[in-house]
């Protein structure tokens, strides 16, 4: 999968004929997977520039406002492309954007004995259908921890349901398990408000 990053600022806005291209043809690259997600965890360094006139801390809320412009035009170009934001924890997340995309990915944390907090916090003020939670492998990559398949799926049916492990390395027994806790997830969806 190719991933391709920009940062849109007060010096270079979205709605050029170049940015607007540009993004219009890389919506049109995911298209055919029928999904994208925008993702938050390109930090500015050294974020505006001395010599500019105004507010120099414009650049983020000219980020925000320019971010809204580019899905918006995506969005009509695209009607049925789901996009997903990379909330990075809730940090990054408003009404704004959740206006203009379909879910959210909540946090890089994919423990699911530590998404429980997570996952936890983020329902007192958002909804499931908007929080994205995967199964992954097990032990986890980055937590180290073994926790039964099983457990890692009905953490993550509490929102939009997704697999992302190393489905190459599952055993038999696992695909199978997954399978049936897949089709478990589609018949309850509808009960916790995730779109189908």
């Known amino acids: 999968m190719k991933e391709d990053r920009c940062c849109h600022g ?23 997977a029928g999904a994208g997600q925008w993702d938050f965890n390109r930090p500015f360094t050294e974020a505006g520039w001395p010599d500019a006139e105004g507010d120099p801390e414009a650049l983020w809320t000219d980020h925000v406002h320019h971010l809204y412009a580019v899905i918006d035009l995506l969005r009509a170009a695209h009607p049925h492309l789901r ?10 997340l408003d ?6 995309t ?18 936890h916090g983020f329902s007192q003020l958002y909804p499931p259908r908007v929080m994205g939670a995967w199964v992954i492998d097990s032990p986890n990559p980055y937590a180290g921890r ?4 099983d457990f890692r799926f009905h953490v993550a049916m509490a929102g ?33 408000t995730v779109p189908g």
């Open 146 to 149: 073994s926790l039964p398949l």
């Open 10 to 32: 007060r010096q270079a806005p979205p709605l050029t004929p170049h940015g607007s291209g540009r993004n219009d043809r890389l919506a049109a690259g995911v298209a055919g």
């Open 160 to 192: 939009v349901l997704a697999v992302g492990g190393e489905l190459t390395r599952w055993s038999e027994a696992e695909l199978a398990r997954a399978a049936e806790l897949v089709a478990a997830y589609k018949r309850v969806r509808p009960l916790g």
């Open 102 to 119: 379909d879910q959210v990915w909540t946090s890089d944390i994919t423990d699911a004995l530590d998404r429980l907090d997570i996952q």
């Open 95 to 100: 009404p704004g954007i959740l206006a203009r």
């Open 83 to 92: 996009i997903e934001s990379c909330g990075s924890g809730g940090a990054r």
